[in-house]
């Protein structure tokens, strides 16, 4: 196996994070995951309200800000006001990327729009994470993630076909955004190794759902069809779905005619000439039922039986886990997909989701959880050349 290179793939890079809550500072936990310098700016007396999300705290203190800060920096500036910008403009000339997600034309009205950054430092990569985009008639209206997942139509298609859409537990609007805004702040650094340029990477909220609902669109523009809610189970696409056993749930996917056979073969069914699941159109026509036959059979059973089945007969299926299943799972222990990490607000180890994709030379790492307020402040400022005078002075102003 060969040895993992000491450094990150993105050590020595410079990122000024301006965002707030999920979707820029997303972007920023990505890039810091593998070695970016990620400094995370706040107003001093208007802090990320993230600092205060989730359902449990510590000391006070959340859990969700271990995680969505992890690997970063902190320093307190305050952008309205024009020592403050003038302090940013310094640091963009030390930068390699700024990533920011207030409400378009809020740089603008602050004297920071790309075209001034860019003046400073022509090589920046800008990544604006908005709502609805730069551009365009609703450009200007705040957008969240559960606005952009309604709009870029995957709200209407999450929950059951007879109640209102629903949601999933988590904001995925937000981190899809995140990802996407990550992705092309990489590919604007490559063309930049390329041009010397730096270039504006403008990622919407509502146009990273979009990416994600498949042929929704040509369904409807080429044949009419409107996708609905279907709940638990794929149209037609069967069997495939949530099944009940004696003491949880599990999921199985056994819908090609090759593993059909083979879960028919385990569960001692002869569908195999049975007109209704032959095929895969019939299972389609008949996956109500069929589904049914399969349920009655895994509820007679427990997950470990069912699981146990399955993989003897090389038929897809798994746990439906909760945050309890996945701490204790052998295979994410053995792949390191969970870490421990010391948090010196919480006072305790965090477990964690690590960094993803894992690189065999230059892997990830979370070298630090969620800062405090402000922390690093004055080392920043220390290396800009700030005297410890200036630095006081600017406090009693309320600038950092």
Same mark, same amino acid.
């Given at each position: 196996?060969?040895?993992?290179?000491?450094?990150?793939?993105?050590?020595?890079?410079?990122?000024l994070?301006?965002?707030?809550?999920?979707?820029?500072?997303?972007?920023?936990?990505?890039?810091?995951?593998?070695?970016?310098?990620?400094?995370?700016?706040?107003? #001093?007396?208007?802090?990320d /309200?993230? %600092?205060?999300?989730?359902?449990?705290?510590?000391?006070?203190e959340?859990?969700?800000?271990?995680i969505?800060?992890?690997?970063?920096?902190?320093?307190?500036?305050?952008?309205?006001?024009?020592?403050?910008?003038?302090?940013?403009?310094r640091l963009?000339g030390t930068?390699?990327?700024?990533i920011?997600?207030?409400?378009?034309?809020?740089?603008?009205?602050?004297?920071?729009?790309?075209?001034?950054?860019?003046?400073?430092? /022509? %090589?920046?990569?800008?990544?604006?994470?908005?709502?609805?985009?730069?551009?365009?008639?609703?450009?200007?209206?705040?957008?969240?993630?559960?606005?952009?997942?309604?709009?870029?139509?995957?709200?209407?298609?999450?929950?059951?076909?007879?109640?209102?859409p629903?949601?999933?537990?988590?904001?995925?609007?937000?981190t899809m955004?995140?990802?996407?805004?990550?992705?092309?702040?990489?590919? $604007?650094?490559?063309?930049?190794?390329?041009?010397g340029r730096?270039?504006?990477?403008? $990622?919407?909220?509502?146009?990273?759902?979009?990416?994600?609902?498949?042929?929704?669109?040509?369904?409807?523009?080429?044949?009419?069809?409107?996708?609905? %809610?279907?709940?638990?189970?794929?149209?037609?696409?069967?069997?495939?779905?949530?099944?009940?056993?004696s003491?949880?749930?599990?999921?199985?996917?056994?819908?090609?005619?090759?593993?059909?056979a083979?879960? $028919?073969?385990?569960m001692?069914?002869d569908? !195999?000439?049975?007109?209704?699941?032959?095929?895969?159109?019939?299972?389609?026509?008949?996956?109500?039922?069929?589904?049914?036959?399969?349920?009655?059979?895994?509820?007679? %059973?427990?997950?470990a039986?069912?699981?146990? !089945?399955?993989?003897?007969?090389?038929?897809?299926?798994?746990?439906?886990?909760?945050?309890?299943?996945?701490?204790?799972?052998?295979?994410m222990? !053995?792949r390191?997909?969970?870490?421990?990490?010391?948090? /010196?607000?919480?006072?305790?180890?965090?477990?964690?989701?690590a #960094?993803?994709?894992?690189?065999?030379?230059?892997?990830?790492?979370?070298?630090?959880?969620?800062?405090?307020?402000?922390?690093d402040?004055?080392?920043?400022?220390d290396?800009?050349?700030?005297?410890? $005078?200036?630095?006081?002075?600017?406090?009693?102003?309320?600038?950092?």
């Open positions: 196996m060969t040895e993992p290179i000491v450094q990150p793939p993105l050590s020595g890079l410079r990122v994070e301006l965002g707030q809550l999920i979707a820029g500072p997303f972007c920023g936990q990505l890039l810091g995951d593998f070695g970016a310098e990620v400094i995370k700016i706040e107003a #001093p007396d208007r802090p /309200p993230a %600092r205060d999300w989730g359902g449990v705290k510590v000391n006070d959340s859990v969700f800000w271990a969505i800060a992890r690997n970063k920096k902190a320093m307190t500036l305050n952008l309205r006001v024009a020592k403050g910008q003038d302090i940013l403009k963009v930068a390699d990327v700024l920011e997600n207030f409400r378009p034309g809020t740089l603008e009205k602050w004297g920071l729009s790309p075209e001034v950054l860019h003046q400073i430092n /022509p %090589r920046l990569v800008i990544t604006r994470v908005s709502g609805y985009g730069q551009t365009g008639p609703e450009s200007h209206k705040p957008g969240y993630a559960s606005v952009g997942e309604a709009k870029g139509g995957l709200r209407y298609l999450i929950g059951e076909p007879d109640r209102p629903a949601r999933a537990g988590v904001s995925l609007g937000d955004t995140g990802t996407f805004a990550a992705l092309g702040t990489m590919m $604007a650094l490559f063309h930049r190794e390329k041009s730096g270039q504006v990477v403008d $990622a919407a909220i509502y146009e990273s759902v979009m990416a994600f609902v498949e042929s929704l669109l040509p369904e409807y523009a080429l044949g009419g069809h409107t996708r609905e %809610r279907t709940g638990g189970i794929l149209p037609r696409i069967a069997p495939s779905g949530v099944y009940p056993c003491d949880g749930m599990v999921i199985i996917g056994a819908n090609q005619d090759t593993l059909f083979r879960l $028919a073969k385990m001692g069914k569908w !195999a000439d049975d007109e209704r699941f032959a095929t895969h159109d019939a299972r389609g026509d008949n996956q109500g039922e069929l589904d049914e036959l399969i349920a009655d059979w895994t509820r007679q %059973r427990t997950m039986d069912v699981l146990r !089945a399955c993989e003897g007969h090389a038929v897809p299926c798994g746990q439906v886990n909760t945050a309890k299943d996945m701490l204790s799972d052998a295979h222990k !053995a390191e997909a969970i870490l421990n990490v010391f948090s /010196p607000l919480l006072g305790q180890d965090v477990p964690m989701q #960094p993803v994709p894992k690189l065999d030379l230059t892997p990830g790492r979370v070298d630090s959880t969620g800062p405090s307020l402000g922390q402040t004055g080392a920043i400022l290396a800009l050349g700030y005297s410890a $005078a200036d630095q006081q002075s600017l406090r009693d102003e309320n600038v950092i």
